[in-house]
C-alpha cells in the first residue's frame, strides 16, 4: 500500500504560503455579504437536507448488505450528478465488498486548491436488526440506524457543496469526495478496499471528513490515533501437569503467553497516547480460531500441560513512531521466552495514525474562526483518546492539512439508541460550505 506523495518545489512552495496565510490569518470577524449569501442558501436548503437524511437512513446499508450500501451509493449519486459533478461507482469485487462512490469537481481557476471530502455509505447496523427506520423523538431529536455514523456528515457533504454551487461559487475549488462502502467493516486487502481513497488524499491538498467526531458540536478532530490488530501465538512442551517447570518440560503455553501479556503491560501501559487490548483467547492441548467470526473453542484438561494458546487484540496509537517503538518492545518481550516454550507475534495493516500537524492545527483555526463568524462557539480539537479510527486516518502524511468530526452530532453511534441533535445539521454545513469558500479565497491568495 503506497503512502508517499511527491510533491514538485512549485507546489511546496505554494502550500508553504497557503499555510502561512490560514497561520496568520486574523481574528474571526462578521460574514461578508457572499458569506451570508452562503448560510442564508444552506438554511433554506434546510428541508431538502432533511428529505436525503430521512432517505437515506431508511435503507439498511449495514457493511455486508451489498446491496443495501449501493442503494445509499444511488440516492448520494443523484445528488452529486445535480451539481454537475462526475460520478463513478467503483465494484468493491477486490475487496469483498460494494464499493464505493466517487464524485469530483473540477476548477476553471487556476492555482485552486484541491480539497478531499471523505464520508461513508456503510452502517454498523445488518439487514435483519431490530434497529431499521427514521424516527422522530421531538423537534430537536431523531433516532435512525447510521444517521449521525455518517449519513448526516454526506448529507452535509451535499448541502454544503449545493449553496456553492447554487451561488456558482465553486469554479474556483477542486474536489474530490469519496463516500466508501466499507468503513465499518473494511475490506481487505487494505491495499484494495483503501486504494481509492488514497489515491484521492495523493491528489488533494486539504482533506475533510465528515464523522461525528466525538459528537460534541464545539470540537474537531486534528489527530485520530491509528488501529492496528495483532495476533499472539504461543507453545509448550505437553506433559502431565505434575511436571510442569521441571528442567526438562518447562512452563507451557499458557504461562508463557500470561508472562508476555503481562509484560506488554508492565512495560507499555501508560506510555503517551498509546493504548493495546487483547480482546480473545484460546488456550489449551487443542483450540480452535474462527478469525472471521471472531470466535474459538479449546479442548484441554487440568492435568495436562496446555501445549497451544493465542489471543488477538487491537493497538492504537497517535504518531507512527509511537507505533513502531511499542511494536519493537512487545516483540523483543515475545523473544524472551520461558523454558521449552516459544511464541510468535504479527501485526496487521490497519488504519495509520493521524498526528496533530502545524498544517491539521491551521485549518482547525480557520474553522474555529468560521464558527465564530456564524455566532457559534469556538471549535477545540479533540482529545484523540475520545475519537476512533476513521477513513481520513489514510490520508494522515499525503495532505497538507486535514480535519475531521464536522458531521452530524448526537450519541449512542453504533447503537440502538443512535440518536442525532437536529440543530447541528444547518450549522455544521454552513460552517463546512464556509470553510470550503474561505479555503479556496486563501488559494487565489497564491495566485
Given at each position: 500500500m503506497k503512502l508517499i506523495k511527491f510533491i514538485t518545489p512549485i507546489k511546496l512552495i505554494k502550500?508553504?504560503?497557503?499555510?502561512?496565510?490560514?497561520?496568520?490569518?486574523?481574528?474571526?470577524?462578521?460574514?461578508?455579504?457572499?458569506?451570508?449569501?452562503?448560510?442564508?442558501?444552506?438554511?433554506?436548503?434546510?428541508?431538502?437536507?432533511?428529505?436525503?437524511?430521512?432517505?437515506?437512513?431508511?435503507?439498511?446499508?449495514?457493511?455486508?448488505?451489498?446491496?443495501g450500501v449501493k442503494k445509499v451509493g444511488k440516492v448520494f449519486k443523484a445528488q452529486f450528478d445535480r451539481l454537475g459533478?462526475?460520478?463513478?461507482?467503483?465494484?468493491?469485487?477486490?475487496?469483498?465488498?460494494?464499493?464505493?462512490?466517487?464524485?469530483?469537481?473540477?476548477?476553471?481557476?487556476?492555482?485552486?486548491?484541491?480539497?478531499?471530502?471523505?464520508g461513508h455509505l456503510d452502517t454498523v447496523f445488518s439487514e435483519d436488526d431490530s434497529f431499521q427506520k427514521f424516527s422522530r423523538i421531538d423537534e430537536t431529536y431523531v433516532a435512525g440506524p447510521g444517521i449521525t455514523d455518517m449519513k448526516g456528515g454526506d448529507v452535509i457533504i451535499v448541502e454544503a457543496l449545493s449553496a456553492l454551487h447554487e451561488l456558482d461559487l465553486l469554479k474556483g475549488i477542486n474536489i474530490k469526495v469519496v463516500l466508501t462502502g466499507e468503513e465499518e467493516r473494511s475490506g481487505t486487502p487494505l491495499s484494495e478496499s483503501k486504494k481509492a481513497l488514497i489515491e484521492a488524499a495523493q491528489w488533494a491538498d486539504i482533506a475533510l471528513g465528515f464523522e461525528d467526531g466525538d459528537s460534541n458540536i464545539n470540537t474537531a478532530v486534528i489527530a485520530r490515533r491509528g488501529s492496528v490488530?495483532?495476533?499472539?501465538?504461543?507453545?509448550?512442551?505437553?506433559?502431565?501437569?505434575?511436571?510442569?517447570?521441571?528442567?526438562?518440560?518447562g512452563y507451557g503455553a499458557i504461562f508463557e503467553i500470561a508472562r508476555i501479556l503481562n509484560q506488554f503491560r508492565l512495560e507499555l501501559a501508560g506510555t503517551g497516547d498509546l493504548t493495546f487490548n487483547p480482546g480473545m483467547m484460546v488456550a489449551g492441548t487443542s483450540i480452535e480460531h474462527d478469525q472471521t467470526a471472531s470466535k474459538g473453542q479449546a479442548f484441554g484438561k487440568n492435568n495436562v500441560i496446555a501445549k497451544t494458546a493465542k489471543v488477538t487484540g487491537g493497538i492504537r496509537a497517535l504518531s507512527a513512531e509511537e507505533l513502531s517503538n511499542a511494536k519493537a518492545v512487545m516483540q523483543r518481550i515475545v523473544s524472551e521466552n520461558l523454558a521449552h516454550t516459544s511464541a510468535t507475534l504479527t501485526f496487521k495493516l490497519g488504519y495509520p495514525p493521524m498526528a496533530p500537524t502545524e498544517g491539521n492545527r491551521a485549518l482547525l483555526k480557520l474553522y474555529s474562526e468560521v464558527s465564530q463568524s456564524l455566532g457559534y462557539n469556538v471549535v477545540e480539537a479533540v482529545n484523540p483518546r475520545n475519537a476512533g479510527a476513521a477513513d481520513i486516518s489514510f490520508t494522515a502524511g499525503l495532505v497538507d492539512m486535514a480535519l475531521d468530526g464536522l458531521g452530524l452530532m448526537g450519541s449512542g453511534g453504533h447503537t440502538k439508541d443512535e440518536v442525532a441533535d437536529m440543530t447541528s445539521l444547518v450549522k455544521n454545513t454552513q460552517k463546512a460550505a464556509l470553510l470550503i469558500y474561505r479555503l479556496s479565497e486563501k488559494g487565489d491568495d497564491n495566485t
Open positions: 502550500l508553504g504560503s497557503f499555510l502561512s496565510l490560514l497561520l496568520i490569518s486574523s481574528a474571526a470577524s462578521a460574514l461578508d455579504p457572499i458569506e451570508t449569501k452562503i448560510a442564508e442558501r444552506v438554511k433554506s436548503n434546510s428541508g431538502r437536507a432533511l428529505e436525503t437524511l430521512e432517505q437515506s437512513v431508511n435503507i439498511n446499508s449495514g457493511t455486508m448488505n451489498f446491496v459533478f462526475e460520478t463513478q461507482w467503483l465494484e468493491g469485487d477486490s475487496f469483498s465488498r460494494a464499493g464505493h462512490l466517487i464524485a469530483s469537481h473540477t476548477a476553471s481557476l487556476a492555482n485552486s486548491p484541491k480539497i478531499l471530502l471523505i490488530e495483532w495476533q499472539l501465538e504461543t507453545s509448550g512442551k505437553p506433559a502431565h501437569s505434575s511436571q510442569i517447570f521441571q528442567d526438562n518440560i
